[in-house]
C-alpha cells in the first residue's frame, strides 16, 4: 500500500527508492562477499630488505633445549593500564573489538592469516610469537638475561607478535620454517620476512635448512 501511495505522488520518488534499496543490498552483498580485513603486524620488511637480512643472518647447529623453560621468558606483562600484552595485540589484531574494564575482550572479530578462518571468540585465538620461544632458545636466547628474553616475549614493534586460531598455532609448537609454514600458502611470503626480520633484529641464529625454507618462501614474494 505504501509503494501505490508513493508511486501516484510521484512517480519518481518510486524508482529512488527502488535505487536506494538495491544500492544497499549490493553494498551488503560485498561486506558479506569481502575477505574479512587482515591485520600487519608492525615492522614487516620488503622482499629486498628481508634478502639482505637472511644473507646477513649466522647459519649454526641447532642449540639444545637443556634448562629452557617459557617461565624464563616472561609474558605477559603490563603494557598500558590494565592491558597486557596478550589483551594490546587481540585488540591490535581484532576488528571491532570490546573489552571489559579489565582489557579482557568481550566481544570482536578475529582473521587468522595462517589458516583464512575467523573467529568471533577472544577464547578460540592464540598470540603466537613468530620466532618459537624455545626457538629463539635453541638459537641464542639461552645466554641472554631474563630481562631481554622478558623484551623479545612481548616485542610489539617487530612483527613477533600475532593473533592466529588457537589450534593452528599448537600445532606449529617450536618448530622453525623447515618443518612448519602456514597452512595458507599464500601467507608464507610475509610469515617469511617476518621470522627473518625478527632473528636478525635480535640477533639469533639459524639451521642451514632452515635458511633454505625461508629463502624458498622468500622467493614467492612478489615485493
Known sequence: MRDTQLSTRSPWRGRIAATVVAALAGACLVAVNAQPAMATPPGIPSKSTAQSQLNALTVAAQGSTTGYSRDLFPHWITISGTCNTRETVLKRDGTSVVVDSSCAATSGRWYSPYDGATWYAASDVDIDHVVPLAEAWRSGANSWTTSRRQSFANDLTRPQLIAVTDNVNQAKGDQDPSTWQPPLSSYRCTYSKMWITVKYSWALTLQS???????????????
Open 209 to 223: 635448512s632452515e635458511k633454505s625454507a625461508l629463502q624458498s618462501m622468500l622467493n614467492t614474494c612478489s615485493s
